[in-house]
């Protein structure tokens, strides 16, 4: 399993950026998939995640603000990210969910400023 995550980068506060992550060596539209993310001296979390019929779940810290979604034509999940807070930076990663250990990618920074 081959999962690579793109389109991090340094915005603002109250700023929006768009998460891909294209996916390969799975069948990509039986499996949940989420975003994951770790910011400095914390453990890594999960942010969302999405079924592969699109049934979705969110940490609270991210209800209202942030939307995942998926392409199963494209082997793709995204992460639209709004209103972003200097508390959202973090390496963003994605993974299935249940998560595989051995799929982690290198992840995408999002830099939040204040």
């Known amino acids: 399993v081959q999962l690579q995550a793109s389109g991090g980068g340094l915005v603002q506060a109250g700023g929006s950026l768009t998460l891909s992550c294209a996916a390969s060596?799975?069948?990509?539209?039986?499996?949940?998939m989420g975003w994951y993310r770790q910011a400095p001296g914390k453990q890594r979390e999960l942010v969302a995640s999405?079924?592969?019929?699109?049934?979705?779940n969110y940490r609270d810290s991210v209800k209202g603000r942030f939307s995942i979604s998926r392409d199963n034509a494209k082997n793709t999940v995204y992460l639209q990210m709004n209103s972003l807070k200097p508390e959202d930076t973090a390496v963003y990663y994605c993974?299935?969910?249940?998560?595989?250990?051995?799929?982690w990618g290198q992840g995408t920074l999002v830099t939040v400023s204040s």
């Open positions: 993974n299935l969910f249940p998560l595989l250990q051995n799929a």
């Open positions: 060596g799975l069948i990509f539209n039986r499996v949940t």
């Open positions: 999405i079924t592969s019929v699109g049934f979705i």
